[in-house]
């Protein structure tokens, strides 16, 4: 267990919809980052925050948005749904959010969308 | 834009044989380079990392190697065992405004040992 939770663990909905992906840091940890792993693909960074701001942002659609709070848990929210969003999304944190501060990974949502 | 390629795509070794993955990344720039190892089902873990003011690291049976001016590193896994079998990923820093934020990951190799 990385400390780092991530709900729900399912989700399946349909076309055109929209979902809220959550993610809590583990203990101490000011930095979220967000990932993106299709069937059988690596692992596509999307966005990252640091203490509640935008620090990093990766080949995110507009259709996507995320935010941290001040509890700096974070939440990712994806819209107008489409077959291709189905993937594994995982939620990581790190200390303070440099590239080799290591990243503890959640066990990930699983976004199927129908 | 930076990119990291990662080969083979696919290993299968028999157990108690090396195993070695390979990436190349194309910043010139980056200086961090961790690997994960991700069990079926199961969330990444990193097994062992790297910066650039160092040429290898060693951890029990896995090993890490780099070579900056070439851009490439590797993973190396000796005396394999089946609980070795997973995916792996390499990644390397990448570049935000200046700064140095980001992993960018490798495609990541399935690697299979089998008994």
């Known amino acids: 267990d990385s400390g780092v939770t991530q709900t729900p663990k399912h989700l399946i909905t349909a076309t055109g919809q929209r979902v809220t992906l959550r993610c809590s840091p583990r203990?101490?940890?000011?930095?979220v980052y967000w990932y993106q792993q299709s069937l059988d693909q690596g692992l596509q960074f999307l966005i990252q925050y640091y203490n509640g701001e935008e620090r990093a942002k990766g080949n995110i659609l507009e259709r996507f948005s995320a935010q941290q709070f001040p509890d700096l848990h974070s939440e990712l929210n994806l819209s107008s749904l489409e077959l291709g969003d189905s993937a594994l999304y995982f939620c990581?944190?790190?200390?303070?959010?440099?590239?080799?501060?290591?990243?503890?990974f959640g066990p990930g949502t699983r976004l199927t969308v129908l | 834009g930076e990119n990291v390629e990662q080969h083979p795509s696919t290993l299968s070794v028999q157990e108690g044989d090396s195993a070695v993955i390979k990436c190349t990344y194309s910043d010139s720039a980056s200086n961090y380079f961790p690997w994960y190892k991700q069990e079926l089902g199961k969330r990444p873990q990193l097994i062992i990392d790297i910066r650039s003011n160092v040429g290898e690291k060693k951890d029990q049976r896995i090993a890490v190697t780099l070579n900056k001016t070439a851009k490439h590193f590797s993973l190396h896994i000796t005396e394999t065992q089946p609980e070795d079998s997973a995916v792996y990923f390499c990644a390397a820093s990448g570049p935000l405004s200046g700064g140095y934020n980001k992993l960018i990951f490798g495609a990541g190799t399935r690697l299979a040992v089998h008994p």
């Open positions: 203990s101490g940890d000011l930095s």
């Open positions: 990581a944190s790190s200390v303070v959010g440099l590239a080799d501060n290591e990243q503890f």
